[in-house]
Antibody
Framework: EVHLVESGGVVVQPGGSLRLSCAASGFTFKDYTMHWVRQAPGKGLEWVSRVTWDGYTKYYADSVKGRFTISRDNSKNSLYLQMNNLRTEDTAFYYC???????????????WGLGTLVTVSS | EIVLTQSPDTLSLSPGERATLSCRASQSVTGNSLAWYQQKPGQAPRLLIYDASSRATGIPDRFSGSASGTDFTLTISRLEPEDFAVYYCQQYGSSLPTFGQGTKVEIK
């Protein structure tokens, strides 16, 4: 069974930094494109970032480009999101999500973690 | 950016009734690359339908999806108590995936 467990969400001041982690199990992690998707409390869903199976190709939403960096460690079955220069509008639940397509990737998410809450507030 | 508009915002129905949820795209969605997710309070979204009409693993057959041009539909043939939730459509036919604003299916 696929399990994705996010961690690292805390309260941080505007302009601060944070690193989120996602521990994956139950599937061959190194074979799949992975994503981060966020949801502001009580609001809709927003795709944030994607990394290919080998960690070399990365994509970002315009709203986070230049501030967030996605990475992965296939030896540890882990996905990361480094978040710098945080803004109040980055406050959200951050979900780690597995791509349905495997190494070829898509932007369709067949498994999600429970999420971790990042609050950006002074 | 492809904008997805879901309707209605809220659907009030009774268990056993049929639910029809709509999602309209602002432009063509390549390959009918559209998914539907269900989200319950305090939970992560769950994939129901992908490629507009394929059911995800473990999803009951009362859930079905269809497409006609830029209009997509999620149908729940007979609502079970556990189906009352918020439903989101999402397109992944472009390099910028986007979600609809959601439709809440509530108990009448």
């Amino acid at each position: 069974e696929v399990h994705l467990v996010e961690s690292g969400g805390v309260v941080v001041q505007p302009g601060g930094s944070l690193r989120l982690s996602c521990a994956a199990s139950g599937f061959t992690f190194k074979d799949y494109t992975m994503h981060w998707v966020r949801q502001a409390p009580g609001k809709g869903l927003e795709w944030v970032s994607r990394v290919t199976w080998d960690g070399y190709t990365k994509y970002y939403a315009d709203s986070v480009k230049g501030r967030f960096t996605i990475s992965r460690d296939n030896s540890k079955n882990s996905l990361y999101l480094q978040m710098n220069n945080l803004r109040t509008e980055d406050t959200a639940f951050y979900y780690c999500a597995k791509d349905i397509r495997g190494s070829s990737g898509s932007y369709c998410f067949d498994h999600w973690g429970l999420g971790t809450l990042v609050t950006v507030s002074s | 950016e492809i904008v997805l508009t879901q309707s209605p915002d809220t659907l009030s129905l009774s268990p056993g009734e049929r639910a029809t949820l709509s999602c309209r795209a602002s432009q063509s969605v390549t390959g009918n690359s559209l998914a539907w997710y269900q989200q319950k309070p305090g939970q992560a979204p769950r994939l129901l339908i992908y490629d507009a009409s394929s059911r995800a693993t473990g999803i009951p057959d009362r859930f079905s999806g269809s497409a006609s041009g830029t209009d997509f539909t999620l149908t729940i043939s007979r609502l079970e108590p556990e189906d009352f939730a918020v439903y989101y459509c999402q397109q992944y036919g472009s390099s910028l995936p986007t979600f609809g604003q959601g439709t809440k299916v509530e108990i009448k």
